[in-house]
């Protein structure tokens, strides 16, 4: 249904089928966070996930590190069920596939030491044999994001937002993950500090082989980091591809409206360019548009739209699209 | 106290700061600046560089209880706007400046009607009848894109979108089509295709009604889009300012070559790494001495942390504060200018 | 568009040495929670103050007092009765004759006995009630909340006279009233702070780590509680206090002989005519014993409160 081969180079590493995320509102409605996503990510990659606030992107990377159990569907690390592993197994999958948190201010415990904060993956798994093993792991963790020794004895309030969410990276490789999901890692940080953070995540990537989800609103951000990126709607993915085509091709309406209204810090660019703005609002997700999700703001919405659910279609190799009737 | 015809408003030497439990913190540390008529000016920084604080000292929203205002003069009409009483600040604010706020769910009463909350103010400020006001609250909604304003005006703020009800938030601010309109932070909380509609509405709303506008932001994309001058602010000081084209294209000061370098432009090559200034900014409570972005600056020199450099003039508008530009220092060139990478 | 430049030292314009982790350091030792909360109490002298009279209070009721005093509560001497204050007997003595200094103590301690017993409950039940109610939600929430709500229905006052309709009223049907009514309070709010605490990024991230429920409720929530729990305990136990007097007052707890501060009110209550002082002593060190309660728990509220912090 709505499967996709992968590209030919590197093996997937991850598989999400047709996953759905609903949470119940009230006696019978129920919110349809992530309503039928399906995607690989490979070994290596960096995959990016956009969309604006309620399509579902952060729901999804919970799901997949199993903070939250799917309503449908399923999720394949390394050709196992994550949701299905129980006791060792599921510790296996604590260390393999860990998550950097958005709010400097909420993901570190305000009470614990830095040292206690990074550690923590360590003592839950006993990856040090002593004390002293467990401090210099820490100081080199600390290190390798780049704080330094005598910071693991401070508390989370006496960092930047900048330096508390490299103590975050350090958190999550204390258990040396294979996969990490960033749910917005960056967009709390002011500007000059965002470049700080990404260009640490790409070096780890590069020294430890790293596969990230990178989960974002900021497109500029993602673009740049990511190798491929989905375009998320209401709970649905509407486009992925390359990142360097999807911002130079983008076929779906919706794609196309998100990349015009993103501002370009270049004023003859945007002086010059030709803007879609989209009119309306987002709507519900509890009650969804039927059919093509995208219909009731989509500037070529045809009739045809509100009765046939778009399927997942490769438009080109590697480029693929939720193929709404608007485009025949 | 005499102003340039050409301005609406001058800022001198503002200087404000704040007693907290740590002690006194000094958000803002001489910031001067101008408005012109008809014009939008940004005023640009990160956390901590006072670029609120000037926005809301020009308002004198400022909690009353531990700011203190440490000097300066804020001269709108004949007016230096620091030495007014509170009554005389009411009929300023609204009917002469207005202002909208980064969030909407906070800035609306969500016990009263939004056509109410127009209509107060246009009953207090222009001295319109009820009926004349709640005619004039209905075109205001659809002035600002809000369809069904007959329907809409009854409804609550909960009853709105995020986006809508930033909407209804600058209907109220432009009611008594004010000569100023502050907007802080004004797209910041809303999704991107919606801070496009918002946008968009503020440059229609400034070309018909005329107002100047004073915007504050991080974001410089957003600059580029809507702005026509800005003002780099850093640790309480502009350290550059000029029109966005100069700005952008012929930066003259390392933290706008930092900020400019930092950010992946859409076309940027990924293969190379972002610039990234390293370190924080600043504590506030504690100053540093000189030029504040010395701690940061891959182009220090021993002279930048005594005293904070003078502004050298490169045009009309453009102006900067850094040692660099004087005749005894080194040449150095700026890491990345936008217009390459086009 | 000149501007004029001063000369200056060439030397001023060669490269300063920037070290950028200088500025990453951070100056002064690590400022844990309760260091800061300390810090913050301090300033505050009422709360200080308070807390300073409490302890001397304490060590009054439980150790000098008896140490120094060598009478009895109980001892009846007719000829000595309605006796001011003298040097022998330092409160005065009643209408039996028994020094006040040694009843007042021993009231204080039934007093000081009843907010100790009030601060127990609230921790051993209440903390742990509402912790595993918020923590585990569901189902098991929705029970031990109903549960609360069903003793909450019943004013502690019903309880109390129920609990000395089987058993002599005093020291021991106070304790049961408030065994099954006092700490509910309590569990609410860290119920109420459990299920705040349990969706924060902090948590999830442990979770996502692999820390089991244990690990999580004791390393990362209830540490994230004591602030609450420890403004809550202040409050509870100037109330306790206050209940038991109550209910000594009007004859339904401490019976004679034993004294209570609530008992000793009373009974000066009747003599307030003609003999003052046995009012004014026991009310004066039970007022005492309130306010500095009352003042010590606002002083924490503010020092712990995060809201407050930065």
């Known amino acids: 249904m709505m499967e996709q081969s992968p590209n030919g180079n590197g093996r997937a590493i991850l598989e999400v089928k047709d996953l759905k995320k609903h949470f119940k509102v009230g006696r019978r409605a129920s919110l349809k966070a992530v309503d039928g996503i399906s995607l690989e990510i490979k070994e290596g990659e960096t995959l990016g996930l956009v969309g604006e606030s309620g399509c579902g992107k952060t729901t999804v990377g919970r799901v997949l590190v199993r903070l939250y159990e799917p309503s449908g569907g399923e999720v394949l690390f390394g050709g196992e069920d994550v949701h299905r592993a129980r006791g060792n197994d599921a510790k296996i999958l604590n260390r393999k596939m860990q998550m950097i948190f958005q709010d400097p201010q909420a993901s570190l415990n305000p009470r614990m030491v830095v040292s206690d904060i990074v550690a923590e993956g360590i003592d839950i798994h006993g990856l040090a044999g002593s004390k002293k093993e467990r401090l210099d792991r820490v100081h080199e963790l600390l290190e390798t994001v780049g704080l330094s020794k005598e910071h693991a004895n401070r508390f989370p309030h006496e960092f930047s937002g900048g330096q508390r969410q490299r103590i975050g990276v350090a958190r999550a490789l204390a258990v040396e993950p294979e996969f990490i999901v960033a749910d917005e890692p960056v967009s709390a940080l002011d500007v000059s500090i965002q470049a700080q953070v990404i260009n640490l995540m790409r070096q780890l990537q590069r020294d430890r082989d790293l596969t990230y989800l990178f989960i974002s609103h900021d497109l500029s951000v993602v673009k740049y980091i990511s190798d491929r990126v989905g375009v998320m709607y209401l709970g649905q993915l509407v486009e992925l591809a390359d990142s360097d085509e999807l911002y130079a091709n983008p076929l779906h309406p919706y794609t196309r409206a998100l990349l015009s209204a993103v501002p370009v810090p270049d004023p003859d660019y945007e002086s010059e360019r030709e803007r879609t703005v989209i009119a309306g609002d987002l709507p519900s997700p509890v009650n969804p548009p039927s059919g093509c999700r995208f219909r009731t703001r989509c500037p070529q919405a045809v009739e045809a739209a509100a009765h046939v659910d778009p399927p997942w279609r490769e438009a080109k190799p590697g480029h693929w699209i939720q193929a709404c009737p608007c485009f025949a | 106290m005499e102003m340039n015809g050409d301005n609406i408003l001058e800022v001198r030497d503002l200087q404000i700061s704040f007693s907290t439990y740590a002690g006194e913190v000094q958000a803002v540390r001489g910031v001067s600046f101008d408005l012109r008529r008809g014009e939008t000016l940004a005023i640009v920084g990160e956390s901590g560089s006072g670029k609120s604080v000037t926005a809301k000292s020009i308002m004198r929203l400022n909690p009353t209880a531990n700011t203190i205002v440490r000097g300066g003069e804020i001269l709108f009409g004949q007016e230096d706007l620091l030495k007014l009483g509170e009554k005389q600040m009411q009929n300023i604010r609204g009917p002469k400046i207005a202002m909208v706020f980064q969030d909407p769910m906070t800035s609306l009463d969500p016990t009263m009607k939004v056509g109410r909350q127009i209509i107060e103010s246009l009953k207090k400020h222009l001295g319109m009848s009820g009926r004349e006001a709640s005619k004039r609250a209905e075109e205001l909604l659809t002035l600002v894109g809000i369809p069904n304003a007959e329907e809409r005006v009854k409804h609550y703020p909960h009853q709105f979108s995020g986006g809508m009800r930033q909407r209804v938030v600058i209907a109220i601010a432009l009611a008594c089509e004010p000569q100023i309109l502050i907007a802080d932070e004004p797209t910041t909380a809303l999704d991107v295709t919606i801070q496009a509609q918002i946008l968009d509405l503020l440059r229609e709303l400034q070309e018909k009604i005329g107002t100047s506008v004073i915007l504050i932001t991080h974001d410089l994309g957003v600059v580029a889009s809507v702005a026509d001058r800005i003002a780099v602010m850093y640790a309480g000081k502009i350290v550059e300012t000029g029109t966005v084209r100069e700005t952008f294209y012929d930066p003259q000061m390392p933290y706008t070559w930092g900020l400019l370098a930092s950010i992946p432009l859409p076309n940027a090559d990924r293969s190379r790494d972002l610039i990234p200034i390293p370190g924080s900014p600043p504590d506030m409570s504690d100053p540093p001495k000189g030029c504040p972005f010395t701690a940061r600056c891959p182009y220090a020199m021993r002279v930048c942390s005594t005293e904070f450099p003078e502004y050298t003039t490169f045009s009309a508008e453009h102006k900067a504060a850094c040692w660099l530009h004087h005749p005894m220092a080194p040449n150095v060139e700026p890491p990345v200018r936008i217009g390459d990478a086009r | 568009m000149e501007t004029r430049y001063r000369e200056l030292d060439p030397s001023l314009f060669e490269s300063a040495d920037i070290d950028v982790y200088e500025?990453?350091?951070?100056?002064?030792?690590?400022?844990?929670?309760?260091?800061?909360?300390?810090?913050?109490?301090?300033?505050?002298?009422?709360?200080?103050?308070?807390?300073?009279?409490?302890?001397?209070?304490?060590?009054?009721?439980?150790?000098?007092?008896?140490?120094?005093?060598?009478?009895?509560?109980?001892?009846?001497?007719?000829?000595?009765?309605?006796?001011?204050?003298?040097?022998?007997?330092?409160?005065?003595?009643?209408?039996?004759?028994?020094?006040?200094?040694?009843?007042?103590?021993?009231?204080?301690?039934?007093?000081?006995?009843?907010?100790?017993?009030?601060?127990?409950?609230?921790?051993?039940?209440?903390?742990?009630?509402?912790?595993?109610?918020?923590?585990?939600?569901?189902?098991?929430?929705?029970?031990?909340?109903?549960?609360?709500?069903?003793?909450?229905?019943?004013?502690?006052?019903?309880?109390?006279?129920?609990?000395?309709?089987?058993?002599?009223?005093?020291?021991?049907?106070?304790?049961?009233?408030?065994?099954?009514?006092?700490?509910?309070?309590?569990?609410?709010?860290?119920?109420?702070?459990?299920?705040?605490?349990?969706?924060?990024?902090?948590?999830?991230?442990?979770?996502?780590?692999?820390?089991?429920?244990?690990?999580?409720?004791?390393?990362?929530?209830?540490?994230?509680?004591?602030?609450?729990?420890?403004?809550?305990?202040?409050?509870?136990?100037?109330?306790?206090?206050?209940?038991?007097?109550?209910?000594?007052?009007?004859?339904?707890?401490?019976?004679?002989?034993?004294?209570?501060?609530?008992?000793?009110?009373?009974?000066?209550?009747?003599?307030?005519r003609f003999h003052p002082y046995l009012l004014w002593l026991p009310a004066f060190v039970f007022s005492l014993l309130m306010i500095c309660f009352n003042l010590l728990g606002d002083g924490l509220r503010d020092a712990l409160d995060p809201k407050m912090r930065k």
């Open chain 3, 23 to 272: 500025g990453e350091r951070i100056a002064g030792p690590p400022v844990g929670f309760w260091r800061d909360a300390w810090i913050r109490l301090k300033k505050n002298r009422g709360a200080l103050i308070s807390l300073a009279v409490l302890v001397s209070v304490f060590a009054t009721a439980f150790v000098i007092g008896p140490l120094i005093s060598s009478q009895s509560p109980y001892t009846q001497d007719l000829a000595q009765r309605y006796l001011g204050p003298t040097s022998e007997f330092w409160f005065g003595t009643d209408k039996f004759g028994r020094d006040m200094w040694t009843r007042v103590w021993a009231g204080t301690r039934v007093s000081l006995y009843i907010g100790l017993l009030a601060a127990l409950l609230d921790i051993f039940v209440g903390v742990v009630y509402g912790a595993v109610s918020g923590f585990l939600g569901g189902r098991v929430d929705d029970v031990l909340q109903r549960g609360i709500e069903i003793l909450n229905g019943v004013p502690y006052l019903v309880i109390a006279i129920l609990a000395m309709v089987v058993l002599d009223p005093g020291i021991i049907t106070i304790t049961i009233a408030l065994a099954v009514t006092g700490w509910t309070y309590m569990a609410r709010i860290v119920r109420g702070r459990m299920l705040q605490l349990k969706n924060q990024e902090f948590t999830l991230a442990s979770r996502s780590l692999g820390a089991n429920g244990f690990r999580l409720v004791w390393k990362h929530l209830i540490p994230n509680s004591l602030g609450l729990i420890v403004i809550n305990l202040m409050f509870t136990i100037p109330a306790a206090i206050f209940a038991e007097a109550f209910l000594s007052f009007i004859g339904l707890g401490i019976q004679v002989p034993e004294a209570s501060l609530g008992s000793l009110i009373s009974d000066g209550a009747d003599e307030l």
